[in-house]
């Protein structure tokens, strides 16, 4: 298990103890994993190894078997994401249309890599699949704003928006 993570785990005693009680409600039933999967990440925003592991311990099932799911279903992120979240999509109307050289000016002004968040926890980024935006291609969202037949020029417009 490879974590590329730049903030360390940091749970509350409040959090934890949702995520218990969450265990508590599906303990003993079948096919509580996914419940509460979602549960702990809305708890937490993402599931970090140390949340898997409390709830492989409190519904029994191996560890394996729960990174396993997290890390097959998109719906569930192991790595926490910014006050800001930009997504560029990479769908193929917005990759044509210029994508790649939108998610690089990205990557450089805010210091991150895709799929990665910054140490002050203020910006996330993600290369998404097709958003169902294609007439707007290319297409950014921040957290839910979406941008879309962008240019390099309107990025740094946008990113300084959210940045200043």
């Excluded at 508590?24 to 702990?40: N, S």
């Excluded at 050289?101 to 926890?121: F, H, L, N, Y």
């Excluded at 707007?136 to 921040?142: E, G, R």
């Amino acid at each position: 298990m490879v974590e590329n993570n730049t903030i360390p785990f940091n749970g509350t005693p409040e959090q934890h103890e949702k995520l218990m009680a969450a265990i508590e409600k599906y303990k003993g039933t079948k096919g509580a994993l996914i419940p509460v999967l979602h549960e702990a990440q809305e708890i937490y925003g993402y599931l970090p190894i140390e949340v898997q592991k409390t709830i492989a311990e409190g519904i029994n099932v191996p560890l394996s078997e729960i990174y396993g799911v997290v890390t097959f279903y998109t719906q569930f992120v192991t790595q926490p994401k910014g006050e800001y979240r930009f997504a560029v999509c990479l769908g193929t109307a917005c990759y044509v249309k210029g994508a790649g050289a939108i998610i690089d000016r990205i990557k450089e002004r805010i210091g991150v890599e895709v799929g990665t968040c910054s140490a002050d926890g203020k910006c996330s980024l993600d290369a998404t699949r097709c958003i169902g935006a294609c007439g707007l291609a290319p297409v950014l969202t921040v957290n839910d704003d979406v941008y879309g037949k962008l240019t390099l020029d309107d990025v740094d417009a946008i990113l300084d928006k959210y940045l200043k």
